[in-house]
């Protein structure tokens, strides 16, 4: 069985062809088109003949028996009636709630109260936030056409592929919309941006399939009518990926952004800055963090002109053991999401010295982003305990030196899979399970040749050092908030 899955990321769209008799073949990636991009905007129409377009090069030559389809959590799109979009995707990563979300999260009855009633923080990532923006608006109008559909990417390419207005549950547990008890949309919610269920996809099982429309089928050079599985988010097809390689109890991703997750049997909201959505297989409790790769990137971009790639830049970190003299950095570029959720901090660098060098600024940024990280871990092994193995991935893979800083930092031993589009190999796996149509078959049970897994082991000498940074990270964290 060949399984054709189409991913639009943060950055990018992928397409990959699962054979789940064989180990997959190659990724495709394309880069998201910046011109009909901007800073926390998305042009829909472009990711969708971005993922028609790389998905054509990934089928061609290859019969097709399903397609399975991924996004990101927590975007915003609106359509008129006829389905065009009449505003950008809003991402996560969207600042418009950010003013919103602060003044409301001083208000702890309410924070608390839609933690428990949601699952989810107050902060601007959340599409919720961004609705009521626009509804408090006095000027804007928008949300009053009463014709209006509010979507996300991954409901947007669902109508696309089947023609069905329809959104995977564990898509929408991201949204901020959802009633984690209810499992559905929440009355409440709604009234408070003046909108009605009708106006929203219909919330449909993980596992559901819908044929895929001749126009599609024709574009990609597939057959009309195979099965197309509901838009799933990335980060909870990562987990499953994850799982159904090794006996993983966490997912540590470090890729654009950064994301902890661990599968629970029941949502757990008794830490404040801990998110609980709901997974394909079961509830996800973790947190997130706005600063990564796109960290490193900046870096290389924006303060090194491009004059370096990034292992230019690595080797011009000094070799000598790091001291508490180095400079700490906040990777806060984005705004923030955990452990604090304020979109609106600012990041950047502090205790900068004269004799500081390139390679020391560039090691302050691995060292932060992993220092940001690891403040979601010390919450998330209070609510819910240690984990027993991590599984690590994201960009991070492509450094050996800062996956060793990872084990490290985290006194854990990291296991590293050669899959590094853990994401696509979930989205594989969930669909053919959904092919299999029985609900009493578990992805561990289904047989795939996966990558050679490696274990990197922490050295704790280092751990106990990185620990002495840490709480100097810890010291400028708190000075600005």
């Given at each position: 069985?060949?399984?054709?899955?189409?991913?639009?990321?943060?950055?990018?769209?992928?397409?990959?062809?699962?054979?789940?008799?064989?180990?997959?073949?190659?990724?495709?990636?394309?880069?998201?088109?910046?011109?009909?991009?901007?800073?926390?905007?998305?042009?829909?129409?472009?990711?969708?003949?971005?993922?028609?377009?790389?998905?054509?090069?990934?089928?061609?030559?290859?019969?097709?028996?399903?397609?399975?389809?991924?996004?990101?959590?927590?975007?915003?799109?609106?359509?008129?009636?006829?389905?065009?979009?009449?505003?950008?995707?809003?991402?996560?990563?969207?600042?418009?709630?950010?003013?919103?979300?602060?003044?409301?999260?001083?208000?702890?009855?309410?924070?608390?109260?839609?933690?428990?009633?949601?699952?989810?923080?107050?902060?601007?990532?959340?599409?919720?936030?961004?609705?009521?923006?626009?509804?408090?608006?006095?000027?804007?109008?928008?949300?009053?056409?009463?014709?209006?559909?509010?979507?996300?990417?991954g409901s947007y390419l669902n109508w696309k592929f089947t023609g069905e207005y329809m959104t995977s549950e564990s898509m929408v547990?991201?949204?901020?919309?959802?009633?984690?008890?209810?499992?559905?949309?929440?009355?409440?919610?709604?009234?408070?941006?003046?909108?009605?269920?009708?106006?929203?996809?219909?919330?449909?099982?993980?596992?559901?399939?819908?044929?895929?429309?001749?126009?599609?089928?024709?574009?990609?050079?597939?057959?009309?009518?195979?099965?197309?599985?509901?838009?799933?988010?990335?980060?909870?097809?990562?987990?499953?990926?994850?799982?159904?390689?090794?006996?993983?109890?966490?997912?540590?991703?470090?890729g654009t952004s950064g994301a902890l997750r661990m599968s629970v049997e029941e949502p757990n909201t008794s830490e404040a800055g801990l998110w609980n959505y709901r997974s394909?297989?079961?509830?996800?409790?973790?947190?997130?963090?706005?600063?990564?790769?796109?960290?490193?990137?900046?870096?290389?971009?924006?303060?090194?002109?491009?004059?370096?790639?990034?292992?230019?830049?690595?080797?011009?970190?000094?070799?000598?053991?790091?001291?508490?003299?180095?400079?700490?950095?906040?990777?806060?570029?984005?705004?923030?999401?955990?452990?604090?959720?304020?979109?609106?901090?600012?990041?950047?660098?502090?205790?900068?010295?004269?004799?500081?060098?390139?390679?020391?600024?560039?090691?302050?940024?691995?060292?932060?982003?992993?220092?940001?990280?690891?403040?979601?871990?010390?919450?998330?092994?209070?609510?819910?305990?240690?984990?027993?193995?991590?599984?690590?991935?994201?960009?991070?893979?492509?450094?050996?030196?800062?996956?060793?800083?990872?084990?490290?930092?985290?006194?854990?031993?990291?296991?590293?899979?050669?899959?590094?589009?853990?994401?696509?190999?979930?989205?594989?796996?969930?669909?053919?399970?959904?092919?299999?149509?029985?609900?009493?078959?578990?992805?561990?049970?289904?047989?795939?040749?996966?990558?050679?897994?490696?274990?990197?082991?922490?050295?704790?000498?280092?751990?106990?050092?990185?620990?002495?940074?840490?709480?100097?990270?810890?010291?400028?964290?708190?000075?600005?908030?």
């Amino acid at each position: 069985m060949k399984i054709l899955v189409l991913e639009s990321s943060t950055s990018s769209v992928k397409a990959m062809v699962y054979d789940t008799k064989k180990q997959h073949s190659e990724v495709m990636t394309q880069k998201h088109d910046q011109e009909n991009s901007g800073p926390g905007i998305h042009d829909a129409k472009q990711i969708y003949q971005s993922l028609l377009a790389i998905g054509a090069s990934a089928a061609k030559n290859h019969s097709i028996d399903a397609i399975a389809l991924s996004s990101t959590w927590h975007s915003l799109l609106l359509c008129n009636a006829d389905m065009q979009p009449v505003s950008p995707v809003y991402l996560w990563s969207n600042p418009m709630a950010g003013q919103l979300c602060q003044k409301l999260s001083k208000d702890k009855a309410f924070a608390n109260a839609y933690r428990n009633q949601t699952g989810c923080i107050v902060n601007a990532s959340y599409p919720y936030f961004k609705l009521r923006v626009m509804h408090e608006d006095k000027e804007s109008k928008l949300l009053e056409d009463y014709t209006l559909r509010i979507m996300d990417q991954g409901s947007y390419l669902n109508w696309k592929f089947t023609g069905e207005y329809m959104t995977s549950e564990s898509m929408v547990s991201g949204s901020g919309l959802y009633n984690i008890h209810q499992r559905d949309y929440d009355d409440q919610l709604l009234q408070s941006i003046g909108v009605k269920k009708q106006r929203f996809p219909r919330i449909v099982k993980d596992n559901t399939l819908f044929p895929l429309s001749f126009e599609v089928a024709k574009a990609l050079g597939v057959e009309a009518g195979v099965p197309v599985m509901a838009t799933n988010p990335d980060g909870a097809l990562n987990q499953i990926g994850a799982e159904s390689q090794e006996d993983t109890a966490m997912t540590l991703s470090v890729g654009t952004s950064g994301a902890l997750r661990m599968s629970v049997e029941e949502p757990n909201t008794s830490e404040a800055g801990l998110w609980n959505y709901r997974s394909p297989r079961t509830w996800l409790i973790g947190t997130a963090t706005s600063g990564a790769c796109n960290c490193v990137d900046w870096f290389k971009e924006e303060f090194c002109e491009n004059r370096y790639s990034y292992q230019e830049l690595e080797a011009k970190i000094p070799q000598e053991e790091k001291t508490d003299e180095g400079p700490i950095f906040l990777p806060f570029l984005f705004g923030e999401r955990g452990p604090g959720w304020n979109m609106l901090r600012r990041g950047g660098f502090e205790a900068m010295h004269h004799q500081h060098r390139l390679g020391d600024y560039y090691y302050s940024i691995l060292e932060g982003v992993l220092f940001n990280l690891y403040q979601g871990y010390e919450m998330l092994i209070r609510s819910v305990g240690e984990p027993k193995t991590i599984q690590l991935s994201g960009g991070i893979l492509n450094s050996q030196m800062w996956m060793q800083m990872c084990s490290d930092i985290f006194g854990q031993s990291m296991i590293i899979n050669d899959t590094k589009d853990m994401s696509m190999l979930g989205a594989a796996k969930w669909a053919e399970k959904s092919l299999l149509d029985s609900d009493e078959i578990d992805p561990q049970e289904i047989n795939y040749e996966s990558g050679k897994a490696n274990i990197i082991v922490p050295n704790m000498e280092h751990h106990h050092q990185y620990m002495v940074r840490y709480n100097i990270y810890l010291k400028y964290y708190q000075s600005h908030k």
